[in-house]
């Protein structure tokens, strides 16, 4: 039925607004009067995903910890389910990846941004003593937060909870019982076969516009477009890259490479690229163009 993401800093309140949350629900389905289908509501968070607060010390550990936290997500989602994902949820990447298996999955989705100041979420943390991230890393969650935004569409419904705040709880239900339904992409829907070398051709078209753009940036820094070359763009000069106002770095294009070819490689696995037309090179590069666009937007 739906996907409700919870993002926010740590010990900003996410685990008691989650709990708060399913409660309502309960309380909603359990009802009088209520006549809709039957439903649960399932909690998915670190420690059921076997994820430990250390696991964001370095990002070698916290990339299994993601994917762990993933799957624990795709196989809770359903028709008969409310799943919310208690979880720092902080990478905008990470969040379009559930919000694509959400749509797969045909629920609907929403997202819950809890706000708290970052001194009150370190006051917290400090009493709460054991179980605590290390300082640094306590830091480094509030730094690298990418803030969930209404403007795109994977974070959206987006209802931001202020500490000091009750939630609108209403608002949440109407959002995951009767709001808009995003059709799932029309891969999905289309269950055609891709041709052979479709994963080859994904990962070394990506892998080529990687370094041609770190290349250019290299020997042209500041600049604010970036034109793909033939091949393998469709043909030279038409497809150009928008770039953000900082410098891209490896680190970051390694990130967001693997994150697109995540989310490609489970519609193929789910059916096929075919109606999304997402096969050959130049297709690949104007979907990894979009993609990036897409994230940067916001960024
Ligand atoms: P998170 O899951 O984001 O780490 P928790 O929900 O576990 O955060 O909350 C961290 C600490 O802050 C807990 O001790 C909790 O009791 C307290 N806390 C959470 N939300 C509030 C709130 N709205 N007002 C006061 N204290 C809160
Ligand atoms: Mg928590």
Not at 149 to 162: A, G
Not at 205 to 220: D, Y
């Amino acid at each position: 039925m739906a996907l409700v993401t919870i993002s926010g800093f740590p010990c900003s309140g996410k685990t008691t607004r989650a709990e708060q949350l399913k409660e309502y629900f309960e309380s909603r389905l359990s009802a009088e009067g209520y006549n809709g289908p039957e439903l649960i509501v399932a909690l998915v968070d670190d420690d059921i995903s076997h994820v430990p607060r250390s696991s964001y010390d370095t990002s070698a550990l916290e990339k299994p910890a993601r994917a762990s936290l993933f799957s624990n997500v795709s196989r809770s989602l359903g028709t008969d389910t409310i799943t919310i994902v208690d979880s720092a949820n902080y990478i905008k990447g990470f969040r379009y990846q559930m919000y694509c298996a959400a749509r797969e999955a045909r629920v609907r989705v929403a997202t819950i941004h809890v706000v708290a100041p970052p001194d009150i979420c370190r006051e917290r943390h400090e009493k709460r003593g054991e179980c605590s991230y290390k300082p640094a890393t306590f830091d480094n969650l509030i730094m690298r937060f990418e803030e969930p935004s209404s403007m795109v569409r994977w974070d959206s419904p987006l209802f931001t909870i202020p500490w000091d705040e009750e939630p609108p709880y209403e608002h949440i239900w109407d959002a995951i019982i009767k709001g808009d339904k995003r059709p799932p992409p029309a891969a999905v829907l289309q269950r055609n076969k891709p041709p052979p070398n479709t994963l080859q051709t994904l990962t070394a078209t990506t892998q080529t516009i990687v370094t041609s753009l770190l290349s250019h940036v290299n020997s042209l820094p500041g600049s604010s477009t970036f034109p793909i070359p033939s091949p393998p763009a469709p043909s030279n000069g038409s497809l150009v890259l928008h770039l953000p106002a900082r410098r891209v770095t490896l680190s970051e294009m390694q990130r967001l490479k693997r994150q697109y070819e995540g989310v490609q490689v489970k519609a193929q696995k789910s059916g096929g690229l075919a109606a999304a037309g997402n096969w050959t090179e130049g297709e690949v590069a104007t979907g990894f163009v979009r993609f990036l666009e897409e994230i940067w937007e916001t960024g």
